[in-house]
């Protein structure tokens, strides 16, 4: 099993959809949890990190159930430029582990 | 957030020849760094972590003797990737690590990314 897993997509969606990611973990000892959005042939970008109680950032809502081991992140009211793919990354000590991503496209 | 810097942003280089990328911490002081590999299509693949004035600690079924790092202040870390081949071709990316806010989260920060290609 993957430390971190993602469904890869694509989520093709309208402008102006609701989406949602989820990302499970295995280790149950991680701590740290974070989102990056990353462009084709571009380096991630850090989009949020996971709080356990939740977090949101304009349109973007992040979640983390420790119970469950998974994170989510909601995109509200989606743009064409939020087409890209979507990391999540965990980490535990020092090391990050990345998902395989999640593709979104938005179209018109 | 951040600002983290590479270069070369990208190189073309012969097969048995070796490749230097620099990787800097322009705004920050990083005590670790860490060296990513990326295939197209997909995820991150972790190579090594980079600690300052400490050997680098590699992943599992990652060559040391054919990617070097050096981490030899606390804003620049290299790779080296000795006698490239054709498969060493890929984008590889490095990040550093900043202390996050008072969760104690640390947040990573990645360059733009070298890609190498090995004729």
């Known amino acids: 099993r993957k430390e971190v897993e993602q469904d890869p997509g694509p989520f093709n969606v309208p402008e102006g959809a609701t989406v949602a990611f989820n990302c499970t973990y295995s280790?149950?000892?991680?701590?740290?949890f974070f989102w990056y959005r990353q462009d084709c042939r571009k380096e991630p970008k850090l989009l949020m990190s996971?709080?356990?109680s939740g977090n949101e950032d304009g349109r973007f809502t992040a979640q983390l159930n420790r119970a469950s081991q998974y994170i989510s992140l909601l995109i509200r009211d989606s743009k064409l430029s939020d087409s890209a793919t979507y990391l999540c990354?965990?980490?535990?000590?020092?090391?990050?582990?990345f998902g395989t991503g999640t593709r979104l496209l938005v179209s018109p | 957030g951040a600002v983290v810097s590479q270069h070369p942003s990208w190189v073309i280089c012969k097969s048995g020849t070796s490749v230097k990328i620099e990787c800097r911490s322009l705004?920050?002081?990083?005590?670790?760094m860490f060296w990513y590999r990326q295939f197209p299509k997909q995820s991150l693949m972790l190579m090594a972590t980079?600690?300052?004035?400490?050997?680098?600690?590699?992943e599992q079924g990652v060559e040391k003797d054919k990617f070097l790092i050096n981490h030899a202040s606390l804003t620049l870390s290299t790779l080296t990737v000795t006698s490239a081949h054709p498969e060493d071709s890929s984008f590889y990316i490095c990040?550093?690590?900043?202390?996050?806010?008072?969760?104690?989260?640390?947040?990573?920060?990645f360059g733009p990314g070298t890609r190498l290609t090995v004729t």
């Open positions: 996971v709080y356990s």
């Open positions: 990354a965990v980490s535990g000590f020092q090391k990050l582990v």
């Open positions: 705004d920050f002081q990083a005590t670790t």
């Open positions: 990040s550093a690590r900043s202390p996050g806010g008072g969760t104690g989260a640390y947040e990573q920060y």
């Open positions: 980079s600690n300052e004035g400490s050997k680098a600690t590699y």
């Open positions: 280790n149950s000892a991680s701590q740290s």
